[in-house]
């Protein structure tokens, strides 16, 4: 099968060497990813990415079991400092996901909360946050 | 609009069938809740709640009705494959539950047991050795029919309204 099937391409007729590229894609993505951030209320705990990955599981254990415990789910990155993270996750489990990280509300006695900054199909649209652009 | 159903026709399987007659309708809902929050978590198990409960409970056939929502009936049929046991008192009953037939109304439920049951005693048939169970076998094979079943009850029904 044709490894760009379902994708439309279209050049652009420009006149200089400079050309970009447009890919559309027709069919649903396969993942959505998540750049969450985990909030203390007061004094906070260190947690480390593995920490952070049990923490987002059990949250998914607690409000959809063992069915919403077994999505598929990655953590890209974390940074331990200021406790973001970035989340893939198989699309058909994104509302799952989401609203068991809405409900999440204590780690290890710690009052907390998850943020979520952005949700894309791409990761490439978490890279730029157009609330933080600074703007003169 | 009414509130529309789903009701789940399943075949209770145990290990040893003379547990059968220790199992009330309690037992089943109560481990059939269970099973729905272990793989659905506390969304399957409040989405279920609302109406989930034994409509029917035959004790010597092991037949089952099941009745839940229709929205979230999918969160119940998904979860009964993974009742392996059932806790009876302070019991373990090893088990497991086949569903045999998805219905909106009791009535077509009724309708499928039926047929499900002639179709059973025809293959009873088939391995028959001698005549008197061959016999026995198509008596009750005539006697099968949702007619007679339904008369007597909608007679005693209609008696019940006029008190």
Redesign the interface.
């Given at each position: 099968m044709d490894p760009m099937h379902g994708r439309m391409r279209e050049q652009p007729k420009l006149a200089g060497p400079t050309s970009y590229e447009r890919i559309v894609l027709k069919n649903p993505s396969e993942h959505h990813y998540m750049k969450v951030q985990l909030e203390f209320n007061g004094e906070g705990a260190q947690l480390s990415a593995t920490q952070f990955k049990l923490l987002v599981v059990s949250a998914l254990k607690n409000l959809h079991g063992e069915v919403g415990s077994s999505l598929p789910l990655d953590l890209l990155s974390f940074d331990e400092k200021t406790l973001c993270a970035v989340l893939r996750v198989c699309s058909r489990g994104l509302v799952k996901l989401w609203s068991s990280l809405t409900l999440l509300g204590h780690y290890k006695n710690h009052e907390c909360s998850i943020r979520v900054i952005q949700t894309s199909p791409f990761l490439l649209a978490l890279a730029g946050n157009s609330r933080e652009l600074d703007l003169e | 609009m009414r509130f529309k159903s789903r009701y789940l026709l399943c075949e209770l399987v145990l290990e040893d069938p003379r547990w059968r007659q220790n199992i009330s309708q309690g037992t089943v809902v109560y481990n059939v809740r269970e099973a729905i929050?272990?793989?659905?978590?506390?969304?399957?198990a409040a989405a279920c709640a609302v109406s989930l409960s034994v409509k029917y409970l035959n004790v010597y056939t092991g037949v089952l009705l099941l009745r839940c929502r229709k929205d979230f009936y999918q969160l119940l049929w998904?979860s009964l494959p993974f009742i392996t046991s059932l806790d009876n008192r302070g019991q373990r009953i090893p088990c497991f539950i086949n569903t045999l037939h998805v219905g909106g109304t009791i009535r077509t439920c009724q309708k499928f047991l039926i047929q499900y049951n002639k179709n059973q005693l025809l293959q009873l048939m088939k391995n028959c050795t001698n005549a008197a169970e061959k016999e026995a076998i198509r008596q009750s094979l005539q006697s099968c029919s949702l007619k007679s079943l339904e008369e007597p009850e909608f007679v005693l029904s209609k008696n019940e309204e006029n008190e």
């Open positions: - | 929050a272990r793989t659905h978590g506390d969304f399957g998904s």
